[in-house]
Every structure is written in C-alpha cells, then in structure tokens.
C-alpha cells in the first residue's frame, strides 16, 4: 500500500514528504490508518543520530488510528477498530512475563533496529528498503504497520489528538510518578522539565497526591502552565543555585526527583536537593550519549539514595492506556492543555514550535477526507 510519509533523508535533516510503500501485515501485525501522531523528543534524537535509525527513513513512535488489516493470528484487534499504538515488546523474555516489558532484554534491536523478526523490512521507497519499524510502527506516515503487542484498543471517546500521546510521553510522565518512583500521599517531588514528559509527570503528582509539586523549567509561559495543571512552585534554573532554590521551598530535602532534561548538571544538582532515602529517577535522553551523572559514593550510601532510569514510566500499555484514558474521561487528565495540533504537512514548523517552547506537544493531524 502507498501512503503519504515524513521521511528522514539524513542525520539532522528536516523531514521531506513522500509516498512510500508499507507491506501487507504478516503474521501478528497489524495495519493502522494514521489520524493523529505526537512528536516526541525521541524521535527528534532519531532524526540527530542520536538514537539508531536507517535513513532515509520514518520516525514516530505516538501514533493513533484505526485498524485497515490484520495479520494471520491477530485477535486482539480487528478491521476498523480504533487503537493507540505504543513501544514494541516481545512477550516472551522475563521481563516481557513479569509486566516491565519496558526494559526487555532486546528492547533496542526491535524498537530501533528497523527490521521484522525475519530480518525484512515492511518499508520501501522507490524498490528500495527505507528504515522503518521504529518502536514498532514508524506512524510519521498516513499507514503504518505495527504489532499486535503494541497496539492497544480503546472503545472510549477521545479525540485521536489525545490519545496519540498518551502512547510514549503522556503514559512516561505520568507513570514515571505512579509506577516507576510510587511517590507517596504527601511527599515532596521536583520535577526538571517542563515540556510534555515533566507536565504529565505533574499531573502524576497531583494524581499521586503529593504535598509539594516543584517544576523547574526556564520557559515562563510553560512554568505558568506547570502551576495551572497543579505544580505548588516552579523554579527558573536561572534565577540561582539550583539546589538552593528547591532547599529554600522544601529544607529538609525531597523526597522525589525525575529529570527529563537529560542534563548532567541539572540531574547533579537536584541530587543536592535530595533527603534522607530519597530516589532520582531519570528519564531525559541526553544529546551526548556519552553524558555521564558525577555521584558521590559516600553521599549515595549515606543518604541511602535509589537511583533509576525509566523507560515509559514502567508501563503495561494494555492496562496503563485505558487508566490514562479513563482518566482523562474523569477530567484528571487534561491532556487539551498540554497537545496543540498541526496538520501533517506542517511537521517541520511543529518541531520547530516546539524547540522554541511556544507549544508543548505537537501533534500532527491528517485531513479526515483523504
């Protein structure tokens, strides 16, 4: 089948439209018609060589649509069904049976490797293979060809804009706060970042119940929007010491810090603003893969201090995506604050939105009538 994509020709280059050629499903996958996708931080360190991707080639890892076709054996979807699509796992490895499929053991090679199990590629360009396959469906395209484990259903209404999201940035956010830390009725959390990974992981908090919400953010317009969505204080990284600014609301230290900058400075200095069996959790994607966190030994062990990385805030999609739906539907979600929509054709001038700050999540949308 031919479909419309956003094509990566090259390490930084800015995405080219053009008609590509998506397979037929094979066995376990299944077609999706693409009505709305987000773009993700991470598919900007795709398209930077940061991350692994074939170019040319097509990103995008937020998609939502409805179901064209399944493969043979697919029963979990079916023609004209309307899913989210999220990150690829195996379901076989120990990590996959335990509910952290997240962090399976081949997490890298099929959710970046570009390639079906068999070494195929399901896209192409001219006669020629392209990259494709990212996290399992490449969904910067009108069709995209994902996997049964990594399609979810949802009989709820809510607009595709909204729940294309809640796929990777939204269900990483929020679940980084309720899953992954399980912070606590009362505790105290700072939160680095204030695009759509830290602003849903403020919604976590307040979801979670914590007493003291900081979101440290330079932006001004986005810290206004951290306190909107129920942030108690924000900090201005620029404003001062950054450990002295989150000790001066909370002395006794935090009991919580998840960075989504991906900052080593940023991530040390919250360390200073940790108390006694405090954790850090991290979950920014540095643009230096070799970035590395200075910790001290004597600190760690006297603090008794937990350090974790996390992947999708610890998420089983198929329970985890219909919470975040549920609650939005209950209004404790209010994902319209966070998503501005594009249309497809303008993705160079939504990433360019959102690195200038001026918009929090993109997502592109197709015309219903093509």
């Not at 939204?170 to 680095?192: F, M, N, Y």
């Not at 919400?213 to 204080?233: C, D, F, K, N, Q």
Request: net charge negative.
């Amino acid at each position: 089948m031919q479909a419309q994509a956003a094509l990566l020709t090259e390490a930084g280059s800015d995405f080219t439209l053009a008609e590509i050629d998506v397979d037929d499903p094979h066995p376990g996958e299944v077609l999706v018609r693409i009505e709305a996708v987000g773009i993700c931080h991470t598919d900007l360190a795709a398209r930077d060589g940061v991350l692994p991707l074939e170019f040319p080639g097509v990103a995008g890892h937020e998609g939502a649509g409805t179901v064209l076709a399944v493969g043979a054996g697919v029963t979990k979807v079916a023609a004209g069904d309307k899913v989210g699509i999220t990150f690829n796992s195996c379901g076989e490895c120990a990590t996959c049976t335990t509910g952290r499929q997240s962090y399976w053991e081949n997490f890298t090679e099929f959710n970046y490797g570009g390639t079906r199990r068999d070494g195929s590629k399901p896209l192409s360009r001219d006669g020629s293979p392209i990259g494709g396959m990212f996290f399992g469906q490449s969904s910067f395209a009108r069709v995209a060809l994902a996997n049964e484990r990594n399609v979810v259903r949802i009989d709820d209404d809510i607009p595709f804009a909204l729940l294309a999201p809640l796929g990777c940035g939204v269900q990483t956010g929020v679940g980084a706060v309720t899953r992954s830390l399980r912070a606590e009725k009362g505790s105290a959390i700072v939160i680095a970042g204030g695009g759509s990974v830290g602003l849903s992981a403020a919604i976590g908090a307040v979801i979670a119940g914590c007493g003291t919400i900081v979101v440290v953010e330079p932006t001004p317009a986005r810290r206004e929007l951290a306190l909107e969505l129920g942030a108690s204080h924000v900090v201005d990284p620029a404003a001062g010491d950054l450990t002295e600014q989150v000790r001066a609301i909370v002395p006794e230290g935090v009991d919580h810090v998840l960075d989504t900058t991906g900052i080593p400075a940023v991530v040390e200095a919250l360390i200073g603003a940790v108390r006694v069996r405090g954790s850090v959790g991290l979950i920014g994607v540095p643009g230096d893969p070799a970035a590395a966190v200075r910790l001290n030994i004597i600190a760690t062990l006297t603090l008794g201090l937990t350090v974790t990385g996390i992947i999708e805030g610890d998420s089983v999609p198929d329970e985890f995506i219909p919470e975040l739906v549920g609650l939005y539907r209950e209004g404790k979600l209010p994902l319209e604050k966070l998503v501005t929509t594009f249309e497809f054709e303008r993705i160079n001038d939504a990433v360019a939105a959102q690195h200038a700050g001026e918009v929090v999540k993109p997502v592109l949308v197709f015309d219903t009538a093509s």
